[in-house]
T-cell receptor, first 115, second 116 residues
Framework: DGGITQSPKYLFRKEGQNVTLSCEQN?????MYWYRQDPGQGLRLIYY???????QKGDIAEGYSVSREKKESFPLTVTSAQKNPTAFYLC??????????????FGEGSRLTVL | AQKVTQAQTEISVVEKEDVTLDCVYE???????LFWYKQPPSGELVFLIR??????QNEISGRYSWNFQKSTSSFNFTITASQVVDSAVYFC?????????????FGTGTRLKVLA
């Protein structure tokens, strides 16, 4: 079945460590997004990418990095520079060819906890 | 600036009651899109509906209905005869074309608890 796979589902990290969250989609979507979700807050955009080898900062990019070497993959690295990384991270995608009505397709998320 | 406000943080209802989730938005764009998503305990957001700014027709899909009113900048969501399976967090979102791409602004979500 087509969809977005995020891994790991749960991740624990010690302070000062970098961690990478995986996001893979087999929907052949062009655009991919990373959002952060904190309790009581909406989703906030970290990074997005509309094409391979190109990506743009979102509203809260500081302390994060991404790459887009393949169309289907958009990994997110949470670096030690991110002051408060404990959160729920959601990856999303959408086509850019006008084939859908504009909605985002989401993965099941990765919950990162810093110890 | 764009903004989406979901003033109801949490709502509890008894099964079979009707419930309305409120969404108020702000935008200066004349062309924009509004969405509702459901986030069950599994975590992923599930798309429910999209409306564009030129279509103010209300929509009904089974037990779900949506009321879009540009005059009050609202896009409210009603669940009729609620069921326990409706328990989830519901997000309203706004999207408009900005700087070469569509940007999505999400509300803070409303947690709906449907009690048996």
């Amino acid at each position: 079945d087509g969809g977005i796979t995020q891994s790991p589902k749960y991740l624990f990290r010690k302070e000062g460590q970098n961690v990478t969250l995986s996001c893979e989609q087999n929907l052949n979507h062009d655009a991919m997004y990373w959002y952060r979700q904190d309790p009581g807050q909406g989703l906030r955009l970290i990074y997005y990418s509309q094409i391979v080898n190109d990506f743009q900062k979102g509203d809260i990019a500081e302390g994060y990095s991404v790459s887009r070497e393949k169309k289907e993959s958009f990994p997110l690295t949470v670096t030690s520079a991110q002051k408060n990384p404990t959160a729920f991270y959601l990856c999303a995608s959408r086509p850019l060819d006008g084939s859908n009505t504009g909605e985002l397709f989401f993965g099941e998320g990765s919950r990162l906890t810093v110890l | 600036a764009q903004k989406v406000t979901q003033a109801q943080t949490e709502i509890s209802v008894v099964e079979k009651e009707d419930v309305t989730l409120d969404c108020v938005y702000e935008t200066r764009d004349t062309t924009y899109y509004l969405f509702w998503y459901k986030q069950p305990p599994s975590g992923e957001l599930v798309f429910l509906i999209r409306r564009n700014s030129f279509d103010e027709q209300n929509e009904i899909s089974g037990r779900y209905s949506w009321n879009f009113q540009k005059s009050t900048s609202s896009f409210n969501f009603t669940i009729t005869a609620s069921q326990v399976v409706d328990s989830a967090v519901y997000f309203c979102a706004l999207s408009a074309f900005n700087s070469g791409t569509y940007k999505y602004i999400f509300g803070t979500g409303t947690r709906l608890k449907v009690l048996a």
